[in-house]
């Protein structure tokens, strides 16, 4: 079994700051992209960000210049560091990780979420 664990979200000022964690654990063979996901209140779900294991990283456009993605291979952990946060930004955040097992079959995992309310 494979869990990934996020941490970090939380109630924060407009403008504020808030860094996301996650850690994943369990049978992994390999990991390839992970990334972060977030669902606002009536909205499907959107992709934030993505890191590949080689660390080339992308953005959604509406995050680009205030978030950023890094990842910790030897810990299994991707973490979203997100500053200049705006009220648009509130939404539960979700972790994504596509793995391979040892049969070389790709599958995405997912945690649990992470509210994140940005919010004078």
């Known amino acids: 079994q494979v869990q990934l664990v996020e941490s970090g979200g939380g109630l924060v000022q407009p403008g504020g700051s808030l860094r996301l964690s996650c850690a994943a654990s369990?049978?992994?063979?390999?990991?390839?992209?992970m990334g972060w996901y977030r669902q606002a209140p009536g909205k499907e779900r959107e992709l934030v960000a993505q890191?590949?294991?080689?660390?080339?990283?992308m953005y959604a456009d509406s995050v680009k210049g205030r978030f950023t993605i890094s990842r910790d291979n030897a810990k299994n952990t991707v973490y979203l560091q997100m500053n200049s946060l705006k009220p648009e930004d509130t939404a539960v955040y979700y972790c994504?990780?596509?793995?391979?097992?040892?049969?070389?079959?790709?599958?995405?995992?997912w945690g649990q979420g992470t509210q994140v309310t940005v919010s004078s």
């Open positions: 994504n990780a596509e793995m391979w097992n040892k049969f070389l079959v790709r599958r995405p995992y």
């Open positions: 890191i590949t294991s080689g660390g080339s990283a």
């Open positions: 369990g049978n992994i063979f390999s990991i390839a992209n």
